[in-house]
């Protein structure tokens, strides 16, 4: 059967108002007990102690007014005359006083006999019957005085009420003394009921507490548990572990939402990847992914990610991934591209790791949405730092000389292109020094190559320091060398350039404890005098150098127009 929690709670607080009832009525036993001795002590008691009180001034009243008029009427002069007193208004007084008062308390008085106990009424009797005899004594008396009688003897009379008085006096101390009784024996009862009243309502309201807290806690147990246990399901469930289910045990509501949420767990399960399943898949990809939001913050990465740029993942996550980018434009750039297309591949930047350094990367790039993401970009970044050290490898060999590291060739004519590029715009002048080595080819077949290499290295480094850093020495192949002189003013400045590599490169070469002599012969053409390309520079320094080489070699000489007809005619 279904019990709802509201149940639940009305069933506790039902269990709890009973047992509070339940002290009421124990407790409400002792209570009447209390109300009915204190009731009967204010109405019976209490009374009847005033009516003894009552009693006994009346009939000490009657004694002693009794014994005034026998005193006053017989004690000095026995001539009732002599005495001057009104007899008949100290008799009114007499029983207006103290006769009638005890009349009436002595009605009432039987009255309250007839109401009492048989052993209360034996006691109240004895009294009313004393007060009587007193009466009766003070009435004799009384009647005696007013007969005249000087010879009278009230002797036997005044004894007799003085008889009755003291039975009176001791029939009321007696009544006292049980009544006193009475009433101890009623506190002693009110104050065991009292004190057991007390142990009975402790006992019962720490019965009450503890079933109140042991009811209090069976029912916070019965919700908190389900409860933390759906809790930590929720909270595995949110951690991507969607086989967490939380238990079905209970019948209430919080059954109900757990069934509900396993019926959730299960239809996610179905229908969405677990976060351990993402975390593997990120996992394999080879390249370093890092998943950005619409705002360029880093949501996720993979440990290859963390590898590339040397940070924590907890020190990536939330970062702006432009802080990472060497180039502030390239997440707008690439933004910009994606627009038109929503993946591209192979975009290549820089990075700068934990260490400050730039790494060389390629980075293909797509954007993502879903319900919670708008814009979203996930990278795959692959570091090129290695094929982009052989790229330069390639295009260093493509450009220059491996055994001397000079520009060859190819980058040789380049230079010379950029150089007549520049000169017109400075109003300068642009020289193509073309070098052959003198005697080169003599050590190389004597030596061996290995020894002309050398030879062909230290030239190179001769070559290098006659020059200022923005010429250009290169090696156009061979023994054959060329130099590039940018920002001249004339042909003279081409000049002492020449005659300081003829001095350099006429230098002893000291070599394996070999030492060689070697020349070098220099033709130069420069720009705009004699051409206006790179090919026609070349050609015609080349000219000017075989010029020399005729003359003697290890010299130098500047192009002029008939050396080139000269040649032609010697071609034909």
Not at 88 to 104: G, M, T, V
Not at 135 to 141: C, E, G, P
Not at 187 to 199: F, G, L, M, Y
Not at 231 to 239: D, F, K, N, Q, Y
Request: net charge negative; glycine share 6%.
């Amino acid at each position: 059967p279904t019990m709802k929690i509201q149940n639940k709670l009305l069933l506790s607080f039902l269990s709890i108002a009973a047992a509070v009832v339940l002290v009421g009525i124990l407790g409400l036993h002792p209570f009447l007990t209390i109300k009915s001795a204190y009731y009967n002590a204010s109405q019976q008691t209490l009374p009847q102690l005033i009516k003894l009180g009552n009693l006994r001034y009346y009939g000490t009243r009657i004694v002693y007014s009794t014994s005034r008029l026998a005193l006053l009427r017989y004690g000095t002069h026995r001539d009732p005359v002599q005495t001057g007193i009104d007899w008949q208004n100290e008799f009114i007084e007499l029983q207006d006083s103290a006769i009638k008062p005890l009349e009436e308390t002595l009605n009432t008085y039987s009255t309250l006999i007839d109401q009492s106990s048989p052993e209360d009424k034996l006691y109240l009797t004895a009294i009313r019957d004393a007060a009587r005899f007193l009466k009766t004594s003070s009435d004799d008396i009384i009647t005696l005085l007013n007969n005249n009688d000087t010879n009278i003897d009230l002797t036997d009379a005044l004894n007799t009420l003085e008889n009755g008085e003291h039975a009176f006096e001791a029939a009321i101390d007696t009544q006292l003394f049980y009544t006193k009784q009475q009433l101890k024996k009623v506190n002693e009862d009110v104050t065991q009921t009292i004190n057991h009243a007390e142990r009975t309502l402790l006992a019962l309201g720490t019965a009450t507490f503890s079933f109140a807290i042991i009811l209090g806690l069976i029912i916070a147990r019965s919700l908190a548990t389900p409860l933390r246990h759906l809790v930590t399901s929720a909270s595995e469930l949110g951690r991507g572990r969607f086989e967490a289910r939380a238990p079905e045990s209970g019948h209430d509501e919080i059954g109900q939402l757990a069934r509900e949420f396993n019926l959730m767990a299960n239809n996610l399960a179905l229908t969405t990847i677990s976060k351990e399943h993402m975390d593997n898949i990120l996992r394999s990809v080879p390249g370093a992914l890092f998943v950005i939001n619409s705002c360029r913050f880093i949501e996720r990465v993979n440990p290859a990610a963390i590898t590339l740029l040397k940070y924590r993942e907890e020190e990536l996550l939330g970062r702006r991934i432009d802080e990472f980018i060497g180039d502030p434009a390239f997440i707008r750039n690439l933004l910009n591209s994606l627009t038109a297309s929503p993946y591209t591949h192979e975009i290549e930047t820089r990075f700068i790791n934990k260490d400050g350094n730039l790494l060389p990367v390629a980075i293909s790039a797509s954007l993502f949405s879903d319900h919670i993401h708008c814009g979203g970009l996930v990278l795959v970044i692959q570091d090129i730092t290695e094929r982009k050290k052989a790229e330069d490898h390639l295009l260093y060999l493509a450009n220059y000389d491996a055994l001397t590291n000079l520009p060859n060739r190819s980058l040789l004519l380049d230079r010379i292109d950029q150089a007549l590029t520049r000169a017109p715009r400075q109003g300068q002048q642009v020289a193509v020094l073309f070098c052959d080595l003198d005697g080169f080819k003599l050590i190389n077949d004597t030596y061996g190559h290995n020894m002309g290499d050398h030879v062909l290295k230290i030239s190179a480094q001769r070559l290098s320091a006659c020059i200022r850093a923005e010429d250009t020495v290169a090696r156009h192949g061979g023994d054959e060398f060329v130099v590039i002189l940018n920002g001249l003013m004339n042909q003279h400045d081409a000049c002492l350039v020449a005659q300081k590599i003829i001095s350099t490169i006429s230098s002893p070469f000291e070599i394996r404890n070999h030492q060689f002599f070697i020349g070098v012969s220099i033709g130069i053409s420069t720009f705009p005098d004699d051409s206006q390309n790179a090919e026609a520079l070349l050609k015609n320094a080349d000219i000017a150098m075989y010029r020399v080489k005729e003359q003697g070699k290890n010299g130098y000489q500047l192009y002029s127009a008939t050396m080139n007809l000269r040649a032609q005619t010697r071609l034909s």
